[in-house]
T-cell receptor
C-alpha cells in the first residue's frame, strides 16, 4: 500500500539536544512538506521541497533543518536553537505545484521537550 | 497579509445538519481544500473547490464563492464519528496552502 510513514510517533527530548524526525513516502510524489501544529492553531509550514537536493524555507524555519537526498525521504532536524519545539509535527507530500494537488499526510510525530 | 477565518468550535446533534464556514484572504487564489482531522491523527482530504458553486460528495458538500472569499462545508445526517476538527486551506498564487486554525465539531447524541 502506498503512503507516508513518520517515526517515531512519540518523541521525548531534553533541552539542548538535536533530534531528527523521519518521513518516508512511496507515492512517487515530487513534493514533500513539514508542518508544525500547536493546540488551537492551524498548520504552519516549516520547510518544503519540490525536487531532490532542493528545499525552501516556510514560515517558521528558524531552529529547524532538512535534507532531501532521496525522492522518498525528507527528514526534519529540530535543533537546540528552536526555542519552543514541543508540538505535533506532520509530514505531507503531493505531486507538486499546480491545481488540485491534494496533500497526503503521514500519521505525525508528537515531540515533547522535557 | 494572508488570512483564513473559521469558527473555533461548533456543537451539533446526531442526525442533524451543520454548516462550517470559512472566509479567506490570499495573494491570488488557486482553490480551497477541506480536511478532516481526528484528535491526534493526520488530516484527511474531504474536498477541493476552485470554481463557484456546490460540490456534493455523499453526506458532505462544499461550497465556494470566489467573489466573496467564502466557503462552507455542509455535513448532513451527522454521526458520532464526525466529531473532529475541520480544516480549511486556501491555495495562494504560489500554490502554497494557507491553513485556518480549524473548527472543532462536537456531536451530541
Amino acid at each position: 500500500d502506498g503512503g507516508i510513514t513518520q517515526s517515531p510517533k512519540y518523541l521525548f527530548r531534553k533541552e539542548g539536544q538535536n533530534v531528527t524526525l523521519s518521513c518516508e513516502q512511496n507515492l512517487n510524489h515530487d513534493a514533500m512538506y513539514w508542518y508544525r501544529q500547536d493546540p488551537g492553531q492551524g498548520l504552519r509550514l516549516i520547510y518544503y521541497s519540490q525536487i531532490v537536493n532542493d528545499f525552501q524555507k516556510g514560515d517558521i524555519a528558524e531552529g529547524y533543518s532538512v535534507s532531501r537526498e532521496k525522492k522518498e525521504s525528507f527528514p526534519l532536524t529540530v535543533t537546540s536553537a528552536q526555542k519552543n519545539p514541543t508540538a505535533f509535527y506532520l509530514c505531507a507530500s503531493n505531486l507538486g505545484q499546480g491545481p488540485y494537488n491534494e496533500q497526503f499526510f503521514g500519521p505525525g510525530t508528537r515531540l515533547t521537550v522535557l | 497579509g494572508q488570512n483564513i477565518d473559521q469558527p473555533t468550535e461548533m456543537t451539533a446533534t446526531e442526525g442533524a445538519i451543520v454548516q462550517i464556514n470559512c472566509t479567506y484572504q490570499t495573494s491570488g487564489f488557486n482553490g480551497l481544500f477541506w480536511y478532516q482531522q481526528h484528535a491526534g491523527e493526520a488530516p484527511t482530504f474531504l474536498s477541493y473547490n476552485v470554481l463557484d458553486g456546490l460540490e456534493e460528495k455523499g453526506r458532505f458538500s462544499s461550497f465556494l464563492s470566489r467573489s466573496k472569499g467564502y466557503s462552507y462545508l455542509l455535513l448532513k445526517e451527522l454521526q458520532m464519528k464526525d466529531s473532529a476538527s475541520y480544516l480549511c486551506a486556501a491555495v495562494d498564487s504560489n500554490y502554497q496552502l494557507i491553513w485556518g486554525a480549524g473548527t472543532k465539531l462536537i456531536i451530541k447524541p
